[in-house]
Every structure is written in C-alpha cells, then in structure tokens.
C-alpha cells in the first residue's frame, strides 16, 4: 500500500520500549512516522489536559529507528496529541497510533487510560486511530504486537476507516506463533477490591497507596453483539482482542423510562 503519514504517541514516555518497537516497526513497512509522546511515564492520566503551565518538546530522533522524528513533551498523552496535529505537524496524519502500552487496557480501565486517551483524541479531531496494548505488564517482547497492530491498522485504512471509530487492541504476551485468533471483542467490566492501601510515614502521617486487586464481573451486561467474547476472557484464552469504541458517552438505556425533566426541577 502506499505509504500512510503516521502519527504516533503513548502514556509509557518516550524512553519505553513499546512505542520504539511500534514506530520501528512503522518505518520498516515505509511509512512516515512521527512520535510525540510524554518525556516520562503518564499512565492512568485519562484524558487530561495541561492547563497551569506551558508545554515544552525536545527533539528526541536519536532513541527511535532511523527516518523516525520525535519530540518528547513534557505533557499528558492527550496534550502530545493536541500539539502534534496543531502545532509539530508540517501535514496532517493519515492515522493515529498510541502504544504499544506496557500492561492491557481492557473493559472498563479504558476510561483511565493514557494511552487509549491519546488515541481517541486523534479521534476527537476526526483521524482515524488505534490504541495498542501488550496485556502483561512484565512483558517485553513487543515485536509481535507492534507487526499485528500495523497491520490491522493498514488492513482497516484499505477498507475504509468509519467516521468516529477508536480501535482498541489488546494482544496476549505470546510469541507470534502462539497467538490465537484476533477477534471482534465486547468490554469488560473490571472492579477492583482493597484500592487503597493505609500506610505510616516514618513521621507517622498517614498516607494512602493506590492498589487494588482486579475483579472482573463477567456476568455484568455490556454493549455489543452478544456473539462477540468479552475482551479479558478472548486474551485469557490467548487470542487478541480489538474493541471498537467512541467517544460518544450518552447513557444508552432507554430515554422513555426516564422522569420528565421539568419534573426534576423542583
């Protein structure tokens, strides 16, 4: 296919080994990559944005593969995205990518994801886009995921990329011969149990650490045909997992059984 001008960012920081194998990856099948990614880890950050203080970016085209050009930011992931398609950019992108994420984005931990936020910027803004997540923190052979996300990426481009649609890929921490099929997947929904953690300074203080341990509620109804696997249980099973998603959030349950508003009002 002809060369596609790409756009790439994540919520890991420009020194992680994802986004390097994923632009890697980009500039070895031709095409022309541009990352700007944060210049330190931003994970979990949402889709937040810088406000209070300015953004600064450094070139930083010497930890990528050649003909690759980079800024590092000093930003959330969201911002990267904003300052790449209004600013860094010379010509608007054919497609924007964020990852490979270090650890999986699945069900509801989408809503907290730095890396699926820079994604569906691009998709705010009207650009095709795909988020890409390696679903294993310890994980660090990114190579499979980066080919497979490339791909999917240049397969829905040829077939016509649909107006407002964020891909969301999940590949299982396999080597490329051992991943199962790729699958159209629902998502989720994933709770957490003991979130936080009450700790003692050594000044005795009491200080709160964000933890938790994931609960998936497999039973709980989603959105999406029911024929569809939900995403955790596809990727437990080895397959890789796509989600289409949206950044339309308007509740879906049925407006008629609500009160009227004028109702409300007092």
């Known amino acids: 296919m002809a060369p596609l001008r790409l756009l790439i960012s994540n919520d890991d920081g420009v020194f992680a080994d994802g986004i390097q194998a994923l632009a890697a990856e980009a500039v070895s099948r031709g095409h022309q990559v541009t990352v700007v990614c944060p210049d330190q880890e931003r994970s979990a950050t949402g889709h937040g944005l810088t ?35 209004f600013r860094l950019l010379e010509e608007p992108p054919d497609l ?32 095709p886009a795909l988020a890409v997540s390696s679903a294993d923190f310890q994980w660090r052979h990114f190579q499979p ?90 990727i437990d099973g080895g397959g890789a997992s796509l989600t289409p998603l949206q950044p339309e959030l308007l509740w879906r349950g049925q407006a008629q059984g609500l009160p009227a508003a004028e109702t409300l009002g007092g």
């Open 51 to 85: 406000l209070q203080s300015p953004l600064r970016a450094e070139r930083a085209d010497e930890l990528f593969a050649p003909g690759v050009k980079a800024w590092a930011c000093s930003g959330t992931p969201s911002d990267c995205v904003k300052l790449a398609l």
């Open 96 to 127: 924007v990518l964020s990852g490979i994420n270090h650890g999986p984005n699945l069900g509801t931990d989408v809503l907290y994801s730095g890396t699926v936020a820079a994604a569906m910027e691009g998709t705010i803004e009207g650009f």
């Open 145 to 234: 995921a980066a080919a497979l996300a490339l791909t999917v990426a240049e397969s829905m481009h040829r077939a016509g990329w649909p107006e407002g649609l964020l891909l969301n890929l999940n590949v299982p921490p396999l080597p490329a011969a051992e991943i199962g099929p790729l699958s159209w997947c629902r998502t989720a929904v994933r709770r957490y149990v003991d979130q936080f953690d009450k700790r003692v300074d050594p000044r005795g203080r009491t200080y709160y650490w964000l933890a938790g341990e994931v609960a998936n509620d497999l039973d709980a109804q989603v959105a999406g045909p029911a024929d569809w696997p939900i995403d955790v249980t596809w």
